[in-house]
């Protein structure tokens, strides 16, 4: 039987961030932006691995999703949602001890906050609007 898959709506609603690195580790960046790609903050951050990036950008846009009173974050981060959601980085991975400190920042904000956190669908949405169109 056919069964109908529901695609879930664009998103109109909450804020969204994205990183960027040229080589990993590269010289790094992150986009925090609204849903229309509107660019709220900007930072360089170096020569760092994507994984140190994309952290780093959740952190920014949690810190203004607190200061500005919004409750929803968009990443097309995967694995950063994985690591947040079990409170540490995989295993084996570049500046581990550093990311572990990003995480127990981020999980802080989520404990003592009522924001969320979501994916980004890009397969079904397109890009996500705080992309640095470099793919």
Known sequence: SYKHHVVPEKPTIGICCDAGTRGNPGPAEYNVADLNGKILEH???????????????????????????????????QVSMQWIENGQPGKDVHDRDELIKLLSR??????????????????????????????
């Open 43 to 77: 930072k360089e951050l170096g020569v760092r691995t994507n994984n140190y990036a994309e952290l780093s950008g959740i952190l920014a846009a949690l810190n203004y999703c607190k200061a500005n009173g919004i409750d929803l974050l968009w990443t097309d981060s």
């Open 106 to 135: 981020i999980d802080h904000i989520l404990s003592n906050t009522t924001i969320t956190i979501r994916k980004w669908h890009t397969d079904i949405w397109g890009e996500i609007p705080a992309d640095f169109g470099r793919k």
